[in-house]
């Protein structure tokens, strides 16, 4: 299987590595010249396009699926819409219109588009409640991968990540120094979420292949890329400190971090935002984690931490 990997950044770049050490043909595509290199380190092609340039994008070879897993940079909701938005959509069509157009796109976005739920648990059911503008516009992608790529005979899924955490990524100092602000974390070691893409695709092909006709595990749907145990902000600051043989960090309560008045509205937002995402459904699938919770995630950064102050 050749998947073109369109924003082959930190999940892309595992993605990458895992195909191809599976046996499958990966390309990552990169807008800049940066990182090329380390694309073609970790040992598959590597091609230069911006998703959002449907010139650019005929560079890319054809391939039997598409993963679009570009990012916005973290700029506002103008930058976002241009890459998730207007690049989906070229992707979409360039791809789509050509003479052996890929089969499969997974768009990656984000459970962030769920908003508020007061703590309570949401899945692939819940209805979406983007509390800002740039998850507004993820929200917007989803659809347009679900329903506007078969329009083209692609078969669109979205896998909705949860925050992204693992190599040079762990940020123990947010947790052990505090003040840690009260919420729960909901989260995916990247080994994990590159696993789970890779899963949706190998099922996908494998399916084709025993049957002859597409009978795919998640079809047009969207299945959440969340580990098994979401826990609350303080469990995990304290359980770190514990691991991390240090003092139990500083807290605070949601309302205490709003009173300080340096967020923006999108940040208080945030902090407002509470949920628990459930993995059912990847389960029900059949992938098997790699990392199912933080206790495991964070392992090799807790022996490293704790390697460097002995």
Known sequence: MRVAILGCGYVGLELGRQLHETGHEPIGVRRSSDGLD???????????????????????????????????????????????????????????????????????????????????????????????????????????????????????????????????????????EGPVTAGYLNMVHRDDAAGAVRFLLEERTEKESEVGEEEDVARDEVVQVVDDEPVSKWAFADWLAEECGVDRPPKQTKAERLETGDLSDAAERRILTSKRCSNDRLRALGYEFSYPTFREGYRAAIESYRSAVC
Do not use: C, M
């Not at 992707?91 to 739920?117: K, Q």
């Not at 309570?120 to 917007?140: G, R």
């Open 38 to 176: 380390a694309i073609e380190d970790a040992g598959f092609e590597a091609v230069q396009a911006d998703v959002t340039d449907a010139t650019d994008l005929e560079s890319v070879p054809d391939v039997d699926a598409l993963v679009f897993a570009a990012s916005s940079g973290g700029r506002g909701a103008d930058a976002a819409r241009r890459v998730y938005v207007d690049g989906l959509e070229t992707a979409i069509e360039t791809f789509g219109s050509r003479a052996n157009p890929p089969a499969h796109l997974v768009y990656t976005s984000s459970t962030g588009v769920h908003g508020d739920h007061d703590g309570d648990w949401v899945d692939e059911e819940t209805p979406l409640e983007p509390t800002t503008e740039k998850t507004e516009v993820l929200a917007e992608a989803e659809r347009i991968a679900r329903e506007y790529a078969p329009e083209y005979g692609i078969d669109g899924i979205v896998a909705r990540y949860a925050g992204l955490y693992g190599p040079d990524r762990y940020r123990l100092e947010r947790y052990l």
